[in-house]
């Protein structure tokens, strides 16, 4: 027995990964499956109908209740009204002719009284009181006794001091009904008859609920009369189904409330509730078979995708060593089943990865190369051009055109302090020099006013700051915020101060304008497209490169409300350099 056990053992400890894997499936998830099948199947059925049963009584035990409430409270609206003196008074008082006094004792008893009613039951459809005394038709508040004596239901509730409760078809539709007489008769000469007409479908609206799920909800009164049914049936043929109704075919449940002597039944086929649970068996058998099959194929797919040679890994891993360090890309073939294939897939992964970060950085630092060679050109032409901006200004005096001489010198300000030589620092006192003739020469330009405010701490003038920064936020305020608004009162303005955060010393920034403004999504896009010319991703770029994480660079837009562009950055390039470091 032991050595058997040993040569089981043995056998599948020398199985491929599939096969045991394989052999674990079948027995760890398809026989218990099937076990769970066969055994289920015997006891859903009887759990289920066990359940149905117990929560339809919850259900109908509520529905009633909620019924019997309803009665009770127009039970006691009506006992109410029965004892009312005031009614009593106007309904049996000698009027002679006197119209108005009638009328007078109608609207100022009945109708209040009546309309508050309506105001406090939802349900209330209507209330009348037919009266046999020598009274006029009011509102249809008060009607003759005749208009009752033709109601087919008059009969039922003839001579019923206490409420009565029928339904009646009139006009196709569906009416409830509660009558009694008020006031003794032997006190008062007139027959007075009390009436409700409450929503039937309002009424009965627990049971409509009861009946959504195929149950059908039959209603009768002590006499066997029809109250209420959802029944597609007739009412001469579903008495007698009622009454031999089988219980092996039918769910049945039965009800009574003692306040009218209605009988309530409760049924539904079994039919219907074994379809319900065969469908759910169904459906939850075939759901776990696919559950199955899709593990399954999964396992499959998981054996033959992780079988690959250790061997072929470590050769791999000697090429990339001694291989050139320019091409890391490595492409592994697995062609055996016993070895764990995902390590390659995620070793090649890894390498592409490797190739693909030294393949960008090289590509940032070939950008960085020719940025600084793209200034370095920029050095070249500066000198023409100072030398062509001064002969134009000389030529602008002596000709006497002051405004030409005036935007000669802004634009010379404006190259000179841009260009600054082809060094990336300048510092905030050029940089603002730079911004100021910007703003100037595009004013000529415009044929509107702009209000143009600076409110600069002129200690920082000799601060280094990187040079053409300000340039394209305040193009933007310009061309994008200013330019295009309707307002009359436009204003730029540019606040720079200096600031202490985090126990350190930063320069910032506002250039804020009250232009037409931008949504969310055209912020984010400055920030994301690379324009043909020196944008914004450009500048929080550069401020990326020379500061790291160490300054801040925001736009705060609202439309028609105007723009806020926010730079922060260390006060000294010593202290960018110290934060660095610590990074």
Same mark, same amino acid.
């Given at each position: 027995?032991?050595n058997?056990?040993?040569?089981?053992?043995?056998?599948?400890?020398?199985?491929?990964?599939?096969?045991?894997?394989?052999?674990?499936?079948?027995?760890m998830?398809?026989?218990?499956?099937?076990c769970? +099948?066969?055994?289920?199947?015997?006891?859903?059925?009887?759990?289920i109908?066990?359940?149905?049963?117990?929560?339809?009584?919850?259900a109908?035990?509520? *529905?009633?209740?909620?019924v019997?409430?309803?009665?009770?409270?127009?039970?006691?609206? /009506?006992?109410f009204?029965?004892?009312?003196?005031?009614?009593?008074?106007?309904?049996?008082?000698?009027?002679?002719?006197?119209?108005?006094?009638?009328?007078?004792?109608y609207?100022?008893?009945?109708?209040?009284?009546?309309l508050t009613?309506?105001?406090?039951?939802?349900?209330?459809?209507?209330?009348t009181?037919?009266?046999?005394?020598?009274?006029?038709?009011?509102?249809?508040y008060?009607?003759?006794?005749? /208009?009752?004596?033709?109601?087919?239901?008059?009969?039922?509730?003839?001579?019923?001091?206490?409420?009565?409760?029928?339904?009646?078809?009139?006009d196709?539709?569906?009416?409830?009904?509660?009558?009694?007489l +008020?006031?003794?008769i032997?006190q008062?000469?007139?027959?007075?008859?009390?009436?409700?007409?409450?929503?039937?479908?309002?009424?009965f609206?627990?049971?409509?609920s009861?009946?959504?799920?195929?149950?059908d909800?039959?209603?009768?009164?002590?006499?066997?009369?029809?109250?209420?049914s959802?029944?597609d049936?007739p009412?001469?043929?579903?008495t007698?189904f009622?009454?031999?109704m089988?219980?092996?075919?039918?769910?049945?449940?039965?009800?009574f409330?003692?306040?009218t %002597?209605?009988?309530?039944c409760?049924?539904?086929?079994?039919?219907?509730?074994?379809? *319900?649970?065969n469908?759910i068996?169904?459906?939850?058998?075939?759901?776990?078979?696919i559950? $199955?099959?899709?593990?399954?194929? &999964?396992?499959?797919?998981i054996?033959?995708?992780i079988?690959?040679?250790?061997?072929?890994?470590?050769?791999k891993?000697?090429?990339?060593?001694?291989?050139?360090?320019n091409?890391?890309?490595?492409?592994?073939?697995?062609?055996?089943?016993d070895? +764990?294939?995902? $390590?390659?897939?995620?070793?090649?992964?890894?390498?592409?990865? +490797?190739?693909?970060?030294?393949?960008?950085?090289?590509?940032?630092?070939?950008?960085?190369?020719n940025?600084?060679q793209?200034?370095l050109?920029?050095?070249?032409?500066?000198?023409?051009l100072?030398?062509?901006?001064s002969?134009?200004?000389?030529?602008?005096?002596?000709?006497?055109?002051?405004?030409?001489?005036?935007?000669?010198i802004?634009?010379?300000?404006?190259?000179?302090?841009a260009?600054?030589k082809?060094?990336?620092i300048?510092?905030? %006192?050029?940089?603002?020099?730079?911004?100021?003739a910007?703003v100037?020469?595009?004013?000529f330009?415009?044929?509107e006013?702009?209000?143009?405010?600076?409110?600069?701490?002129?200690?920082?003038?000799?601060?280094?700051f990187?040079?053409?920064?300000?340039?394209?936020?305040?193009e933007? *305020?310009l061309?994008?915020?200013l330019?295009?608004?309707?307002?009359?009162?436009?204003?730029?303005t540019?606040?720079?101060?200096?600031?202490?955060?985090?126990? &350190?010393?930063?320069?910032?920034?506002?250039?804020?304008?009250?232009?037409c %403004?931008?949504?969310?999504?055209a912020?984010?896009?400055?920030?994301?497209?690379?324009?043909?010319?020196?944008?914004m991703?450009n500048?929080?770029d550069?401020?990326?490169?020379?500061?790291g994480d160490?300054?801040?660079?925001?736009?705060?837009?609202?439309?028609?409300?105007?723009?806020?562009?926010?730079?922060?950055?260390?006060?000294?390039?010593?202290?960018?350099?110290?934060?660095?470091?610590k990074?």
């Amino acid at each position: 027995m032991t050595n058997t056990l040993k040569r089981i053992k043995r056998g599948f400890l020398d199985l491929g990964i599939r096969r045991k894997v394989l052999i674990i499936f079948l027995l760890m998830g398809a026989l218990p499956f099937l076990c769970y +099948i066969i055994l289920s199947n015997r006891y859903t059925n009887r759990i289920i109908l066990e359940r149905e049963r117990s929560l339809t009584e919850l259900a109908l035990e509520q *529905a009633v209740s909620s019924v019997d409430n309803k009665l009770v409270t127009y039970n006691n609206l /009506s006992n109410f009204m029965f004892n009312n003196n005031a009614i009593l008074k106007v309904l049996n008082t000698s009027y002679n002719d006197d119209y108005f006094k009638m009328y007078k004792a109608y609207s100022d008893t009945i109708e209040p009284l009546f309309l508050t009613y309506y105001a406090l039951y939802p349900d209330l459809e209507a209330i009348t009181i037919y009266s046999s005394g020598d009274i006029h038709p009011y509102n249809n508040y008060i009607l003759g006794l005749d /208009s009752l004596y033709q109601k087919d239901w008059f009969p039922q509730v003839h001579n019923q001091y206490i409420p009565t409760w029928v339904s009646s078809m009139e006009d196709g539709k569906p009416y409830l009904y509660s009558t009694r007489l +008020i006031g003794d008769i032997r006190q008062y000469k007139n027959s007075n008859y009390l009436s409700f007409r409450i929503n039937y479908d309002l009424f009965f609206e627990p049971f409509l609920s009861l009946s959504e799920d195929k149950y059908d909800v039959v209603v009768t009164a002590r006499d066997g009369s029809l109250i209420f049914s959802t029944s597609d049936l007739p009412e001469e043929e579903l008495t007698p189904f009622l009454a031999n109704m089988s219980d092996t075919q039918y769910l049945k449940l039965t009800s009574f409330i003692p306040e009218t %002597g209605w009988n309530i039944c409760y049924y539904k086929t079994y039919t219907s509730i074994h379809s *319900a649970v065969n469908a759910i068996t169904r459906g939850t058998y075939a759901f776990g078979w696919i559950i $199955l099959l899709f593990l399954g194929v &999964m396992v499959l797919i998981i054996s033959i995708s992780i079988v690959t040679p250790i061997e072929d890994l470590t050769e791999k891993i000697d090429e990339v060593r001694s291989g050139d360090m320019n091409d890391l890309s490595v492409s592994l073939v697995s062609e055996r089943h016993d070895e +764990i294939g995902t $390590l390659f897939h995620t070793f090649s992964h890894m390498m592409g990865e +490797i190739n693909h970060y030294i393949m960008v950085n090289l590509k940032h630092e070939l950008e960085k190369k020719n940025y600084q060679q793209k200034i370095l050109y920029a050095q070249i032409n500066p000198h023409f051009l100072y030398n062509s901006l001064s002969l134009i200004n000389s030529r602008a005096i002596l000709s006497g055109q002051n405004d030409i001489s005036e935007m000669v010198i802004l634009l010379s300000t404006f190259y000179r302090t841009a260009l600054n030589k082809g060094k990336d620092i300048t510092t905030l %006192g050029n940089e603002l020099m730079n911004i100021q003739a910007y703003v100037k020469i595009q004013l000529f330009s415009y044929s509107e006013s702009i209000d143009v405010v600076y409110n600069i701490e002129t200690s920082l003038s000799g601060a280094p700051f990187p040079n053409f920064i300000l340039q394209p936020l305040v193009e933007n *305020a310009l061309d994008h915020g200013l330019k295009n608004s309707l307002k009359k009162d436009k204003k730029l303005t540019v606040t720079v101060k200096k600031e202490e955060y985090m126990t &350190m010393d930063f320069i910032s920034i506002w250039i804020e304008d009250n232009g037409c %403004g931008m949504e969310k999504d055209a912020v984010d896009h400055l920030f994301s497209v690379q324009t043909s010319g020196y944008g914004m991703k450009n500048v929080n770029d550069r401020l990326r490169l020379l500061y790291g994480d160490h300054y801040m660079l925001t736009i705060d837009s609202e439309p028609d409300r105007g723009t806020t562009a926010f730079v922060r950055i260390p006060c000294n390039m010593g202290q960018n350099d110290k934060l660095r470091r610590k990074t």
